[in-house]
């Protein structure tokens, strides 16, 4: 079992800058994959960022890409989520995860939530205008 734990959520103005954290417990965590999530209210869930075991490679969905940077810590069992110049459309509950699967060298890490093991219970970001 991993335990995941996020914090540094809050509110925000448009424009303004945030870091998530998201702290692992209970196995190493160099072996897992790390990812961001988010979901809106009233949508799905929606891939973020993620970024491999040893942060040889980095993921971003096309809207976040320039303004996130997803990096990690794995002496300190950490991930983070690096938020600026947010907008409105990125408020929403974020999630990190924690994937054990190992995938090919063309796409290191998966943008699909159901491939994720372990997840931690979300932090709110909520961004006005």
């Known amino acids: 079992q991993v335990q995941l734990v996020e914090s540094g959520g809050g509110l925000v103005q448009a424009g303004d800058s945030l870091t998530l954290s998201c702290v692992a417990s209970?196995?190493?965590?160099?072996?897992?994959?790390m990812a961001w999530f988010r979901q809106a209210a009233g949508k799905e869930r929606e891939f973020v960022a993620a970024?491999?075991?040893?942060?040889?490679?980095?993921n971003y969905v096309d809207f976040v890409k320039g303004r996130f940077t997803i990096s990690r810590d794995n002496a300190k069992d950490t991930v983070y989520l690096r938020m600026k110049n947010l907008k409105p459309e990125d408020t929403a509950v974020y999630y990190c995860?924690?994937?054990?699967?190992?995938?090919?060298?063309?796409?290191?890490?998966?943008?699909?939530?159901?491939?994720?093991?372990?997840w931690g219970q979300g932090t709110q970001v909520t961004v006005s205008s």
């Open positions: 209970g196995r190493t965590f160099s072996n897992y994959n």
């Open positions: 995860a924690a994937d054990r699967g190992i995938y090919s060298a063309a796409a290191p890490t998966s943008t699909s939530a159901t491939t994720y093991d372990y």
């Open positions: 970024i491999t075991r040893s942060s040889g490679y980095r």
